[in-house]
Nanobody, 123 residues
Framework: VQLQASGGGLVQAGGSLRLSCAGS????????MGWFRQAPGKEHERVAG????????VYADSVKGRFTISRDNAKNTFYLQMNSLKPEDTAIYYC?????????????????WGQGTEVTVSS
């Protein structure tokens, strides 16, 4: 499985971005998906996850109500809609997938990772 993340950029506080993660090489239908981020000097943090069936989503407390994760199995792609962005959301965002139904709790539990896309939120 190869994952290609895109959609990062520079945005002002309060703005929005939509990240995409396109899969190739294998269908993503049987993977749980997640978005993780790493700010400078910090560990990877799970931002959001979505289960195999899309029946369950999880979010970090810091992004609840602002970010939405979704998946489109027909396009082999999943997304992270980020609204009301804050300077503390600045990080490199990684998409990743984990074999099986349940969302990975940790970045290193995943089986495949995208290359990361940088998000910078200015105040």
């Amino acid at each position: 499985v190869q994952l290609q993340a895109s959609g990062g950029g520079l945005v002002q506080a309060g703005g929005s971005l939509r990240l995409s993660c396109a899969g190739s090489g294998r269908t993503l239908s049987f993977y749980a998906m997640g978005w993780f981020r790493q700010a400078p000097g910090k560990e990877h943090e799970r931002v959001a996850g979505i289960s195999w069936s899309a029946g369950r989503t999880v979010y970090a407390d810091s992004v609840k109500g602002r970010f939405t994760i979704s998946r489109d199995n027909a396009k082999n792609t999943f997304y992270l809609q980020m609204n009301s962005l804050k300077p503390e959301d600045t990080a490199i965002y990684y998409c990743a997938v984990k074999t099986g139904a349940e969302v990975a709790d940790d970045f290193y539990q995943c089986d495949y990772w995208g290359q990361g896309t940088e998000v910078t939120v200015s105040s």
